[in-house]
């Protein structure tokens, strides 16, 4: 990274350059990085103790917003001190955001509108998220529809605290796939109503196929009711158990 930053490559080496990793122990954001590779398509961000990053202005106060249009894949993962990001990527198709645990949530409702493109969502083993798609600041209508227009795919896994999507309006024209593991307190998608006319089956807690009975919130609340049901008897046998005498009676 030194050598690139010293400018020790060639210009049209950089300038091909489709894909980069940075996996460093960075506490800022190394921006000037992204200067030098302008026409990048995959990006990887791991393990860094930075805060924010992709933000308006980078601790220098020079606008980078006009770095990365072109990216196509983002992932990020093992960021445990991040709290915000905030770029557009009006060319995203794929997304992977993976062991980010202070990230309370993913987009605010203004940043996914300019997600257009994106058809491929992961996030897992994020634990602070309660919320993939938080409103405004000021912003407090129930009524507004978040669209996420061409996304096909989403596998949502170990977000303990996550409570739903979106607390408004959601609608997901093209969702095919559906994955939802280990989501305990997610009863619903959202709050508002929901559009996902093209999905007809959900895996949950890895059991596959299951049928969307009337609608896919309706079903989320059914399995979640079954979840709870379940987790209720256990805890019943459970105390029955350690309840009585040690007779060899309780197995």
């Not at 980078?58 to 917003?65: A, G, K």
């Not at 990365?68 to 990020?76: A, N, S």
């Amino acid at each position: 990274m030194k050598m690139i930053l010293r400018g020790e490559f060639e210009r049209n080496l950089l300038d091909n350059l489709k894909a980069l990793t940075l996996c460093v122990g960075w506490d800022v954001f190394g921006y000037e990085i992204l200067e030098q590779v302008p026409n990048i398509e995959k990006l990887v961000v791991c393990d860094g103790s930075f805060k924010e990053m992709f933000c308006c202005e980078s601790p220098n106060n020079v606008d980078y917003s006009g770095l990365l249009l072109q990216l196509k894949e983002l992932h990020l993962e093992s960021l445990p001190e991040l709290v915000a990001w905030r770029l557009p990527f009006s060319n995203l198709t794929c997304l992977k955001v993976e062991s980010c645990n202070r990230l309370p949530y993913l987009f605010t409702s203004s940043t996914v509108k300019s997600l257009t493109q994106l058809q491929r969502m992961e996030i897992k083993e994020c634990e602070s998220i309660e919320e993939i798609v938080s409103k405004e600041e000021g912003e407090e209508s129930d009524e507004d529809e978040i669209i996420f227009p061409q996304l096909s795919y989403l596998n949502i896994e170990n977000l303990e605290n996550l409570i739903r999507l979106y607390r408004g309006n959601l609608s997901l024209p093209l969702l095919e796939e559906l994955s939802i593991t280990d989501c305990d307190q997610m009863v619903s998608l959202c709050a508002g109503t929901l559009d996902a006319g093209k999905l007809s089956q959900v895996t949950i807690d890895y059991e596959e196929g299951i049928p969307l009975e009337t609608d896919l919130n309706s079903t989320l609340r059914m399995e979640f009711l079954k979840k709870v049901s379940v987790e209720f008897l256990l805890l019943n046998i459970y105390n029955t158990c350690f309840s009585t005498s040690y007779d060899g009676n309780c197995v």
